[in-house]
Protein backbone atom coordinates (compact mmCIF):
# COMPACT_ATOMS: atom_id res chain seq x y z
CA UNK A 1 0.00 0.00 0.00
CA UNK A 2 1.60 3.22 -1.44
CA UNK A 3 0.66 5.66 1.89
CA UNK A 4 1.98 8.54 0.07
CA UNK A 5 -1.06 8.33 -2.23
CA UNK A 6 -3.99 9.92 0.07
CA UNK A 7 -7.39 9.52 -0.52
CA UNK A 8 -10.17 12.29 -0.93
CA UNK A 9 -11.56 12.97 1.89
CA UNK A 10 -14.18 15.73 2.74
CA UNK A 11 -13.37 18.05 5.75
CA UNK A 12 -14.92 17.99 8.42
CA UNK A 13 -15.44 21.04 10.42
CA UNK A 14 -17.26 20.88 13.74
CA UNK A 15 -18.31 23.90 16.28
CA UNK A 16 -18.52 22.91 20.18
CA UNK A 17 -21.87 23.41 21.78
CA UNK A 18 -20.79 23.96 24.87
CA UNK A 19 -17.92 23.39 27.69
CA UNK A 20 -16.85 21.37 30.66
CA UNK A 21 -16.91 23.77 34.20
CA UNK A 22 -14.97 21.34 36.47
CA UNK A 23 -12.54 21.95 39.07
CA UNK A 24 -10.25 19.10 37.60
CA UNK A 25 -7.96 21.53 35.33
CA UNK A 26 -4.90 18.94 34.81
CA UNK A 27 -4.69 16.51 32.56
CA UNK A 28 -4.37 13.78 34.85
CA UNK A 29 -5.31 9.68 33.79
CA UNK A 30 -6.99 8.48 37.21
CA UNK A 31 -10.12 8.76 39.68
CA UNK A 32 -12.70 10.38 37.46
CA UNK A 33 -16.03 8.03 38.91
CA UNK A 34 -16.57 11.00 41.26
CA UNK A 35 -15.53 14.26 40.00
CA UNK A 36 -18.34 16.53 39.22
CA UNK A 37 -18.79 18.90 36.08
CA UNK A 38 -20.94 20.46 34.27
CA UNK A 39 -21.51 20.50 30.68
CA UNK A 40 -22.46 24.19 30.20
CA UNK A 41 -24.23 24.59 26.61
CA UNK A 42 -23.93 27.47 24.79
CA UNK A 43 -27.33 29.37 24.82
CA UNK A 44 -26.81 31.53 22.45
CA UNK A 45 -27.27 28.79 20.04
CA UNK A 46 -29.42 26.60 21.70
CA UNK A 47 -32.48 27.36 24.00
CA UNK A 48 -34.24 24.57 27.27
CA UNK A 49 -35.91 22.81 24.51
CA UNK A 50 -33.18 20.97 23.15
CA UNK A 51 -32.60 19.41 26.44
CA UNK A 52 -36.48 18.65 26.67
CA UNK A 53 -36.67 14.92 28.20
CA UNK A 54 -33.17 14.48 28.66
CA UNK A 55 -33.44 14.38 32.63
CA UNK A 56 -35.46 10.84 31.79
CA UNK A 57 -32.16 9.56 31.24
CA UNK A 58 -29.40 8.23 33.91
CA UNK A 59 -26.32 8.35 31.54
CA UNK A 60 -24.65 10.30 28.59
CA UNK A 61 -22.49 9.62 25.83
CA UNK A 62 -20.26 12.76 25.48
CA UNK A 63 -17.97 13.55 22.79
CA UNK A 64 -15.51 16.42 23.32
CA UNK A 65 -12.35 17.32 21.41
CA UNK A 66 -8.61 17.12 24.02
CA UNK A 67 -7.98 20.94 23.21
CA UNK A 68 -4.84 20.75 25.12
CA UNK A 69 -3.04 18.14 23.11
CA UNK A 70 -0.47 19.92 21.01
CA UNK A 71 -0.16 18.67 17.54
CA UNK A 72 3.74 17.67 18.02
CA UNK A 73 2.39 15.25 21.00
CA UNK A 74 -0.45 14.28 18.01
CA UNK A 75 0.49 9.90 17.70
CA UNK A 76 -0.48 8.24 14.42
CA UNK A 77 1.27 4.95 14.90
CA UNK A 78 2.11 2.73 17.69
CA UNK A 79 3.28 3.03 21.14
CA UNK A 80 3.66 1.77 24.97
CA UNK A 81 -0.12 3.07 26.89
CA UNK A 82 1.14 5.53 28.88
CA UNK A 83 4.19 5.17 27.87
CA UNK A 84 4.65 1.86 30.04
CA UNK A 85 7.10 -0.59 28.71
CA UNK A 86 5.42 -3.46 30.71
CA UNK A 87 2.70 -3.16 28.52
CA UNK A 88 2.92 -3.84 24.49
CA UNK A 89 3.46 -1.00 21.82
CA UNK A 90 -0.25 -1.17 20.29
CA UNK A 91 -1.11 1.24 17.22
CA UNK A 92 -2.92 4.43 18.38
CA UNK A 93 -6.48 3.25 17.39
CA UNK A 94 -6.24 0.30 19.66
CA UNK A 95 -5.97 2.82 23.13
CA UNK A 96 -8.03 5.60 24.09
CA UNK A 97 -5.37 8.07 24.95
CA UNK A 98 -5.74 11.62 24.39
CA UNK A 99 -3.05 11.92 21.77
CA UNK A 100 -5.06 10.76 18.81
CA UNK A 101 -5.29 12.23 15.69
CA UNK A 102 -8.58 14.43 15.80
CA UNK A 103 -7.71 14.57 19.66
CA UNK A 104 -11.54 13.55 20.01
CA UNK A 105 -12.93 12.07 23.29
CA UNK A 106 -15.78 9.52 23.98
CA UNK A 107 -17.16 9.11 27.68
CA UNK A 108 -20.58 8.10 29.29
CA UNK A 109 -20.67 9.85 32.50
CA UNK A 110 -23.94 9.69 34.64
CA UNK A 111 -26.61 12.50 34.61
CA UNK A 112 -26.88 13.98 37.91
CA UNK A 113 -29.47 16.89 36.50
CA UNK A 114 -30.67 19.35 34.24
CA UNK A 115 -30.22 23.11 34.96
CA UNK A 116 -31.27 25.04 32.70
CA UNK A 117 -28.51 25.47 29.79
CA UNK A 118 -26.15 23.05 32.62
CA UNK A 119 -25.79 19.02 32.77
CA UNK A 120 -24.77 18.25 36.03
CA UNK A 121 -22.85 14.86 35.66
CA UNK A 122 -20.08 12.31 37.31
CA UNK A 123 -17.26 10.67 35.48
CA UNK A 124 -17.23 12.75 32.67
CA UNK A 125 -13.23 12.38 32.17
CA UNK A 126 -12.63 15.77 30.58
CA UNK A 127 -11.31 18.54 32.32
CA UNK A 128 -12.12 22.31 32.85
CA UNK A 129 -13.11 24.36 29.77
CA UNK A 130 -13.19 21.93 27.33
CA UNK A 131 -15.12 21.89 24.28
CA UNK A 132 -18.14 19.56 24.13
CA UNK A 133 -19.06 18.48 20.44
CA UNK A 134 -22.16 16.27 20.79
CA UNK A 135 -24.17 15.26 23.71
CA UNK A 136 -26.63 11.76 23.69
CA UNK A 137 -28.71 9.95 25.87
CA UNK A 138 -27.03 6.43 26.72
CA UNK A 139 -29.58 3.80 25.77
CA UNK A 140 -28.73 0.19 27.01
CA UNK A 141 -29.80 -1.09 23.59
CA UNK A 142 -26.78 0.41 21.97
CA UNK A 143 -24.38 -1.10 24.29
CA UNK A 144 -22.70 -4.06 22.87
CA UNK A 145 -23.74 -7.05 21.91
CA UNK A 146 -22.43 -10.47 22.35
CA UNK A 147 -19.33 -11.46 24.70
CA UNK A 148 -16.46 -8.33 25.51
CA UNK A 149 -13.12 -9.15 25.14
CA UNK A 150 -9.84 -6.96 26.00
CA UNK A 151 -6.11 -7.64 26.81
CA UNK A 152 -4.95 -8.26 30.18
CA UNK A 153 -2.82 -4.55 29.86
CA UNK A 154 -6.12 -2.37 29.46
CA UNK A 155 -7.91 -4.45 32.39
CA UNK A 156 -4.30 -2.70 34.05
CA UNK A 157 -4.45 0.56 32.28
CA UNK A 158 -7.80 1.38 33.34
CA UNK A 159 -8.47 -0.47 36.92
CA UNK A 160 -7.53 3.21 38.67
CA UNK A 161 -9.58 4.85 36.05
CA UNK A 162 -13.09 5.33 37.98
Known sequence: ?????????????????????????????????????????????????????????????????????????????????RGNPDWPAVGIFAQRSKDRPNRLGVSRCTLVKVDGMDLHVLGLDAVDGTPVLDIKPYLHEFGPRGELRQPQWATELVAQYY
Do not use: C, K, N
Not at 5 to 18: C, H, K, N, S
Open 1 to 81: MDRTARPQFEEVTLQPIGQVVSLRGELTDDHWGEVPAVIRLDGAVYGEESLSGLADFSHLEVVFHFHRVPDDEIETGARHP
